[in-house]
T-cell receptor, first 115, second 116 residues
Framework: DGGITQSPKYLFRKEGQNVTLSCEQN?????MYWYRQDPGQGLRLIYY???????QKGDIAEGYSVSREKKESFPLTVTSAQKNPTAFYLC??????????????FGPGTRLTVT | AQTVTQSQPEMSVQEAETVTLSCTYD???????LFWYKQPPSRQMILVIR??????QNATENRFSVNFQKAAKSFSLKISDSQLGDAAMYFC?????????????FGEGTQLTVNP
């Protein structure tokens, strides 16, 4: 089955530690995205990548880093510089602009709790 | 920058009845897409319906339809014959067609309750 996987579903870390969230897709999509969702709020874009070895900051990139070494993978690192990292993180992917119906498909999400 | 506003934090509907969720957006662009996503308690984001701004005809997907008013920058979702499985958080989203790629801007969501 084609889709997007995020692991783990729940993640717990101590304050001051970096943590990396995994996102893998086998949809052969070029573009991948990371969103953050806080309780009662919509999704906010952290980083996105249109192509391998290239990525751009979204609206709330401070305290986060990403890499895109493979088309299938777009890991997100939440660094100790992120002031309030506890949130629900969603990964998404899409084909390139110009493709018919290139809407974003979402993974199941990772709930990160930092104490 | 584009903004998306959903003015109804919560809505409720009786099973089998019809409900309309509101969404307005602000943009200076002429070419864009609009979406409604559903997020059930599992928190999986599911695409409900899309609308291309250049199309005058309102999109329809089974029991889901939109009322797209481009001049008013309004994009409401109508759910007909509501079912218990429709209970979820619904997000309106805007996507520009610029060179920065298919970035989505989301509203804050409307929590829909379906009463049996």
């Amino acid at each position: 089955d084609g889709g997007i996987t995020q692991s783990p579903k729940y993640l717990f870390r101590k304050e001051g530690q970096n943590v990396t969230l995994s996102c893998e897709q086998n949809l052969n999509h070029d573009a991948m995205y990371w969103y953050r969702q806080d309780p009662g709020q919509g999704l906010r874009l952290i980083y996105y990548s249109q192509i391998v070895n290239d990525f751009q900051k979204g609206d709330i990139a401070e305290g986060y880093s990403v890499s895109r070494e493979k088309k299938e993978s777009f890991p997100l690192t939440v660094t100790s510089a992120q002031k309030n990292p506890t949130a629900f993180y969603l990964c998404a992917s899409s084909t390139q602009p110009g493709t018919v119906h290139y809407e974003q498909y979402f993974g199941p999400g990772t709930r990160l709790t930092v104490t | 920058a584009q903004t998306v506003t959903q003015s109804q934090p919560e809505m409720s509907v009786q099973e089998a009845e019809t409900v309309t969720l509101s969404c307005t957006y602000d943009t200076s662009e002429s070419d864009y897409y609009l979406f409604w996503y559903k997020q059930p308690p599992s928190r999986q984001m599911i695409l409900v319906i899309r609308q291309e701004a250049y199309k005058q005809q309102n999109a329809t997907e089974n029991r889901f339809s939109v009322n797209f008013q481009k001049a008013a920058k309004s994009f409401s979702l109508k759910i007909s014959d509501s079912q218990l499985g429709d209970a979820a958080m619904y997000f309106c989203a805007y996507r520009s067609e610029g060179t920065s790629g298919s970035r989505l801007t989301f509203g804050e969501g409307t929590q829909l309750t379906v009463n049996p």
